[in-house]
């Protein structure tokens, strides 16, 4: 039996959702930041972030937190195989993220229109990234094509 994701007609403007949490390693940190290039101070240098920063421990960049939190997204399922395409994104990050703070998200559904096409669909979600503390993190809305059920 093959798992699917929800279709453009199974959404509808203030349904919610949910998805796991997971928590950011240090393993995250160094890969996501030496793979692609994040080679600053502020991410690499511990010294640095204590002495220079208000922090006084190391964060992990934004890119990285917004990575999980997609991640996070499609492992939930609410877009496997009704997904087709990511469309854009507002964002914003509300308070840094920490190695070995645990994060998840919160999905709520505030728009959805239908296209010239018979097959799919753009549908806004609003996706607000929390803490181990329940407290925000990143919030941002984000438009995705979301295929529509056939006949």
Known sequence: MICRGL???????????????????EADH????????????????????????PYKKPIVPGALTFSI???????????????????GVELKVVRPVFIGDTVGVKIDVVDKRQTRKPDRGVVTFFQQVNNQDDEPVMEYTIRRMIRRKQG
Do not use: C, W
């Not at 279709?7 to 390693?25: H, K, N, V």
């Not at 997609?70 to 195989?81: M, R």
């Open 7 to 25: 279709y453009f007609e199974d959404f509808s403007t203030g349904g919610q959702y949910a998805t796991d949490r997971r928590t950011i390693t």
């Open 30 to 53: 160094i890969n996501f930041t030496t793979a692609f290039g994040f080679f600053e101070p502020l991410f690499m240098d511990r010294a640095y972030v204590v002495n220079e920063t």
């Open 69 to 87: 939190s997609e991640g996070l997204t499609i492992l939930s399922g609410i877009l496997h195989g009704t997904g087709l395409a990511f469309l």
